[in-house]
């Protein structure tokens, strides 16, 4: 597999991406890294998880997989829809195959008070997925779930801070939320950049705190005026294998209508902006 490098970034996932230099080293008394308060912690989240974009946006994505052993796999291509509704954000992925015939798709929303996850394959009628678990990959062959694009431990109603460290050579926040639900992963250890309240990294583990897989930000671009996340890499941490999900193209300041996240329209391919309104990152 070749080496996936990686950068610094902040990022508000599936948000605004704002570039920050490396870090020196981490002095003692160093402001950068001093813990929150307990009255101080829960602003934060609060804050992440009402961070947002300006206006709907539309991305153009491809997948790959990269086994420890072994070539690369081929890219799987796939549209991104994101959007805010009811205090929370809303996604639409889709996959295609060659002929751009939807071979899978789901849809997520969450806020304050509920997850929902909705899942379409070949064609089929949407259904609910109730276990807030990883879940079945996007295309065979993969380790990307809906669960890495989704990410609903964010709102989980359980979720403690535990330190002020550095993550990704920037002083970040981490908080391990709490899955409501049995099952795996049992927690999320994630991590705030502290600057921007972006998240750098997340770790879902087991109930012995045994990593299961490591999802990070790896790279970031400019379409037009705006920073978004360009890539993002889900690693298994019994086999090391890693799934790279690299944006290609976005467009941006979309008006995307309620109906377009209806589960009952995730059976037929979504109509994608025009052309000329993605822009290259």
């Not at 996959?95 to 304050?112: C, E, H, I, S, V």
């Not at 079945?136 to 890495?148: E, I």
């Not at 705006?226 to 090391?240: G, N, P």
Request: charged share 20%; aromatic share 8%.
């Amino acid at each position: 597999m070749r080496p996936v490098s990686l950068l610094s970034l902040t990022i508000r996932w599936a948000v605004l991406l704002v570039a920050w230099p490396l870090c020196a080293q981490i002095s003692a008394g160093d402001d950068r890294y001093a813990r929150l308060t307990p009255a101080e912690a829960p602003v934060v989240l609060a804050q992440f998880r009402s961070s947002r974009l300006a206006a709907d946006t539309c991305l153009k994505v491809t997948i790959t997989h990269k086994p420890r052993r072994g070539e690369d796999s081929a890219p799987v291509p796939g549209l991104l829809w994101i959007s805010w509704s009811d205090g929370g954000p809303r996604v639409r992925f889709e996959a295609r195959d060659a002929q751009g015939r939807l071979t899978y798709a789901f849809l997520a929303k969450k806020n304050a008070q509920t997850s929902e996850l909705w899942v379409a394959q070949n064609g089929q009628p949407a259904q609910a997925v109730k276990e807030l678990g990883l879940g079945s990959p996007l295309a065979p062959g993969l380790l990307l779930t809906p669960f890495d694009l989704h990410l609903p431990f964010t709102h989980w109603p359980q979720a403690e801070y535990l330190s002020t460290d550095r993550v990704v050579g920037r002083p970040a926040h981490t908080f391990l939320a709490k899955n409501p639900q049995a099952g795996a992963p049992a927690q999320v250890r994630f991590a705030l950049d502290r600057a921007y309240g972006a998240m750098l990294s997340a770790t879902s583990e087991d109930t012995r705190g045994k990593a299961l897989r490591s999802l990070q930000v790896e790279e970031f671009g400019k379409a037009g005026d705006q920073w978004l996340f360009a890539a993002i890499s889900v690693r298994d941490e019994a086999t090391r294998d890693v799934d790279l999900l690299q944006v290609t193209h976005a467009a941006l300041n979309l008006r995307i209508a309620d109906g377009f996240f209806e589960p009952r329209t995730l059976d037929q391919p979504a109509n994608p902006p025009s052309d000329d309104q993605f822009k290259p990152l």
